[in-house]
């Protein structure tokens, strides 16, 4: 018996009725582009979030994307993200024709707000800062600093649906806030899906249009766009889903919590450490172990049957990609050092205490054989 690393398909179990209903639905409508099913989900995400709108969008990197045209945001600007998140937040920057300004993250993996404040010059336009793994960047101090200085938050919230800091959603906090629906985020499509949202009536509009051509109605385009848009059978999903969302995110959050608890014994694990006190929705469980010893524990557990991931494996600055930004190695120590040493353990909402008391074991078993270095 193995243990998935993430588990999309035990999603489409809960809702598969109700979803191949509204399949045929929009089969016998034709409207497989657009229709009313995007609006409806685009009104609940919103109010989910409390915020005034929401668009829908063809994926997340291009939320990234289209959130910083709406902005107005291009060649001459500079952007500024974290390193060590995943190459789309720096993708879109680059599509923008901004410059992408890199800073290094702190011991619990968010961007690093100081080297954030140091890193500006009177280019910069907006910051991303990254939810990443599904808790918030601490932005209540943010705001004030980014209002005194002119400069847009727009929050990557791909990692962090549902999460929250002093009651006030992920995605809410910015000027605008940039949603993945790929499949295994913790509110997943049943492919690529996305959306912006923001309580800006003018950035509304503004990303409406850019998603369609330009223009909300056909063949009136009244600016430059592209083609980015939410199809009805994603939307159809999203919204079947999106009412589990509040109950799926407290199981990743019980399925933390085991792990904590069963993985406290072993000194040779780094369990993630929480800085900020954001409701913490755990779209991946992050450990840390010796530079060294992470490949081996990872092709250890699989062979087990226990799939893992690294999310990271390789800091944005150090990917050929990206090398044209000309950060040395060295230039990002605690992003790199982590690169080397963060293993993503499975979470999922179908993920047992039995299956976390069986991990742990093993991963209790692996360092019990390979405890000649030691040392945290
Ligand atoms: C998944 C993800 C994205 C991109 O989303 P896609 O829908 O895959 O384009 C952007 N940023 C982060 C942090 C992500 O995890």
Redesign the pocket.
């Known amino acids: 018996m193995g243990i998935l690393f993430s588990a999309p398909q035990v999603e489409f179990d809960i809702i598969r009725e109700e979803w191949l209903q509204s399949v045929t639905q929009i089969a016998k409508s034709g409207l497989f582009v657009g229709g009313p099913g995007i609006s409806k989900f685009e009104s609940a995400f919103a109010s989910y979030l409390g915020v005034s709108g929401a668009v829908g969008v063809g994926?997340?990197?291009?939320?990234?994307y289209l959130a910083l045209r709406a902005l107005g945001i291009g060649p001459g600007d500079e952007v500024i993200t974290a390193t060590n998140?995943?190459i789309?937040?720096v993708g879109?920057i680059h599509q923008s024709g901004a410059n992408a300004v890199l800073v290094d993250c702190d011991s619990s993996y968010l961007i690093d707000f100081e080297q954030v404040k140091a890193a500006i010059t009177s280019r910069t336009k907006a910051v991303i800062p990254?939810h990443?793994y599904g808790q918030m960047v601490d932005l209540r101090q943010w705001l004030p600093w980014a209002e005194q200085n002119g400069i847009h938050i727009i929050e990557?919230c791909?990692?962090a649906v549902g999460s929250a800091l002093d009651g006030k959603a992920a995605g809410s906090w910015g000027v605008m806030g940039?949603f993945?629906?790929?499949p295994d985020?913790n509110l997943g499509a049943f492919g690529?899906?996305?959306a912006v949202v923001t309580s800006s009536p003018e950035l509304l509009t503004n990303l409406r249009r850019l998603r369609n051509h330009g223009g909300e109605v056909r063949y009136q385009h009244e600016i430059p766009g592209l083609n980015s848009r939410l199809d009805s059978l994603q939307a159809s999903a999203l919204h079947l889903k999106l009412p589990y969302l509040d109950e799926w995110s407290d199981k990743r959050m019980q399925v933390a919590g085991w792990y904590r608890e069963y993985l406290k014994a072993i000194d040779d694990v780094v369990v993630p450490k929480c800085v900020t006190e954001c409701r913490h929705v755990y779209?991946l469980f992050v450990i840390r172990v010796r530079d060294g010893q992470r490949d081996m524990l990872k092709k250890y557990l699989q062979k087990k049957g226990i799939l893992t991931g690294i999310q990271y494996p390789v800091p944005i600055h150090l990917t050929p990609a990206y090398s044209f930004l000309d950060y040395a190695k060295g230039a990002f120590p605690n992003a790199e050092n982590y690169a080397d040493e963060i293993l993503s353990l499975p979470m999922h909402i179908a993920v047992t205490e039995d299956e976390v008391t069986m991990i742990a074991t093993e991963i209790g078993a692996f360092f019990n054989n390979n405890n000649e270095v030691r040392g945290w």
Do not use: E, P, R, W
Request: with cysteine; proline share 0%.
């Open positions: 994926n997340g990197t291009d939320a990234l998140t995943f789309a937040t879109a990254v990443i990557d791909a990692q940039c993945s629906f790929y985020k690529d899906g996305g779209h």
